[in-house]
C-alpha cells in the first residue's frame, strides 16, 4: 500500500519512519510513504502556503491552489484512486475497525493541515475522508497522520515478531480494553514492599489464565469505558460467564 502525505514539515517524520518495531513496514515496502513538502508548490518568491481569513478572525489560512497543485502532482504519479484523509478536530475518531479496515487497503493521501484551518473550498472539491485523533487540539495534522501510520504498518505480515500480537490489542477482537500484563521477577522489590505477580499467571493452568485474563479484561472495561460493554453486548460478543461476572461486578 502506498501513503503520499501532504505537509509543510516533512522532516517530522523522518524519525517515524526509521525507529521502531514499524519500520520494517517501511523498509520492506509493505507501506510506501511518500512525503510531498507543501512549500514546493506555493506562491510567489516565498512560497507563499497561507493568507488571512475572509471575514477577519485569528490566525492563517492555508490556500486553495498549492495545496490543489500538489494533490494534481499526486494524482498524476498515482494510477489508482485512493481517498482523501484530511485530519481535523470535526472528522469521526480513528478507531481500531477504521485501521483494520485501512491496513488491508490500497492506502490514501493524507492532508496535513496548519494554521488555523484549510480554505474551505478545497476541501468541498477533493476531501473524502476526515479523520481526528481525539476531542483535543493539535498544531497540525503530522502528529495524527503519524498515529494512523504507526497503527496500520504494525497489522502488516511480519512487521511483529509474534503475529498474534495485534489480536490481543484492546479494541481487537472483542473491542473491550486489553487485561493487564506481568513479567519477571515474580516478586517485585518496591519501596519495602514485596509485590507478587498475580499466582494464576504462575499457575500453568491454561484454562483459568485465560479466564482471569477475560475477566480482567471486562472489569477495566466496565469501569473505565461502559460503552465498549454495551457494543460488545449488543453485537453478541459477551458470553454467559461474562454476563455474570458483570453482574456480579462492584462498579
Known sequence: MRFDVLTLFPE????????????RAYESGA????????????????????????????????????????LAEVRAQRADAVPLIHFSPTGR????????????GPG?????????????????????????LGDFILSGGELPAMALLDAIARLQPGVLNDA????????????LLDCPHYS????????????????VLLSGHHAQIARWRRERSLELTARRRPELIDAARAAGRLSKADERFLAALTL
Open 12 to 23: 517530522l517524520f523522518t524519525p517515524h519512519l526509521s525507529l521502531g518495531v514499524t519500520r
Open 31 to 70: 507501506v510506501d510513504v511518500r512525503l510531498w513538502p507543501l512549500r514546493d508548490y506555493g506562491e510567489g518568491t516565498y512560497r507563499r502556503v497561507d493568507d488571512r481569513p475572509f471575514g477577519g478572525g485569528p490566525g492563517m489560512v492555508m490556500l486553495a491552489d498549492p495545496l490543489a497543485r500538489a
Open 93 to 104: 475518531p480513528i478507531t481500531q475497525a477504521l485501521v483494520r479496515e485501512m491496513a488491508a
Open 108 to 132: 490514501a493521501v493524507l492532508l496535513c493541515g496548519r494554521y488555523e484551518g484549510i480554505d474551505q473550498r478545497f476541501l468541498d472539491r477533493h476531501q473524502h475522508i476526515e479523520l481526528s
Open 164 to 175: 498474534a500480537s495485534h489480536e490481543q490489542d484492546s479494541f481487537s477482537e472483542d473491542g
Open 184 to 199: 519477571r521477577p515474580e516478586s517485585w522489590q518496591h519501596a519495602g514492599e514485596d509485590v507478587p505477580v498475580p499466582p
